[in-house]
T-cell receptor, first 120, second 116 residues
Framework: EPEVTQTPSHQVTQMGQEVILRCVPI?????FYWYRQILGQKVEFLVS????????KSEIFDDQFSVERPDGSNFTLKIRSTKLEDSAMYFC??????????????????FGPGTRLTVL | GESVGLHLPTLSVQEGDNSIINCAYS??????FIWYKQESGKGPQFIID?????DKRQGQRVTVLLNKTVKHLSLQIAATQPGDSAVYFC???????????????FGKGTHLIIQP
């Protein structure tokens, strides 16, 4: 069964450094997302991406964050200058295009296993 | 403001019993709801969803109930198994936001523990 993959599984970085988290969405999906989950807390939406542009972003997704789809398979999240409070699990998700046939689960997002980011 | 939250942080049930996990939401514009299961060290896994034009939907061993009047959502798991031990999150979305605005809003999660 196809699945979303993410690398690395764990990233340790120094405060102020740039990090790039990588995701390979499911191959026929066209909508991509990043979420984060601070330890012990709920999953929080960061950004959604469709047709090579951001379609929605949350308040968390400030100028330090950026996303890119550099080729036909990868989807990346870059944090330009990491802060201690950026330490969290970062989940990538993807979903297929809505079908005109009215598939019920039109917003079923498939999540990857996550990258644990630790900022020291 | 908008929020989706869960009433209980931890729920412990005996293996084989039924479990009910509850969720309250405050955004009256929410019209699509999803339950996700998250096992330790893994990403959220889709369980079941429901649209606001329904009040009940059943899957395999799971049932989601939606009460729009009191803005309440529940997940019922029948005949619980050890593999059901996980954190369960409800999530919501408002299709009225339109276009590509489809980021999900998650609740805080309930940790379901299955006792042998």
């Amino acid at each position: 069964e196809p699945e979303v993959t993410q690398t690395p599984s764990h990233q340790v970085t120094q405060m102020g450094q740039e990090v790039i988290l990588r995701c390979v969405p499911i191959s026929n999906h066209l909508y991509f997302y990043w979420y984060r989950q601070i330890l012990g807390q709920k999953v929080e939406f960061l950004v959604s991406f469709y047709n090579n542009e951001i379609s929605e972003k949350s308040e968390i997704f400030d100028d330090q964050f950026s996303v890119e789809r550099p080729d036909g398979s990868n989807f990346t999240l870059k944090i330009r200058s990491t802060k201690l409070e950026d330490s969290a699990m970062y989940f990538c998700a993807s979903r297929p295009t809505r079908t005109s046939g009215g598939a019920f689960s039109y917003n079923e997002q498939f999540f990857g296993p996550g990258t644990r980011l630790t900022v020291l | 403001g908008e929020s989706v939250g869960l009433h209980l942080p931890t729920l412990s049930v005996q293996e084989g019993d039924n479990s009910i996990i509850n969720c309250a939401y405050s955004n009256s514009a929410s019209d699509y709801f999803i339950w996700y299961k998250q096992e330790s060290g893994k990403g959220p896994q889709f369980i079941i969803d429901i649209r606001s034009n329904m009040d009940k939907r059943q899957g395999q061993r799971v049932t989601v109930l939606l009460n729009k009047t009191v803005k309440h959502l529940s997940l019922q798991i029948a005949a619980t198994q050890p593999g059901d031990s996980a954190v369960y999150f409800c999530a919501e979305h408002s299709t009225r936001r339109g276009g590509g605005a489809d980021g999900l809003t998650f609740g805080k999660g309930t940790h379901l523990i299955i006792q042998p």
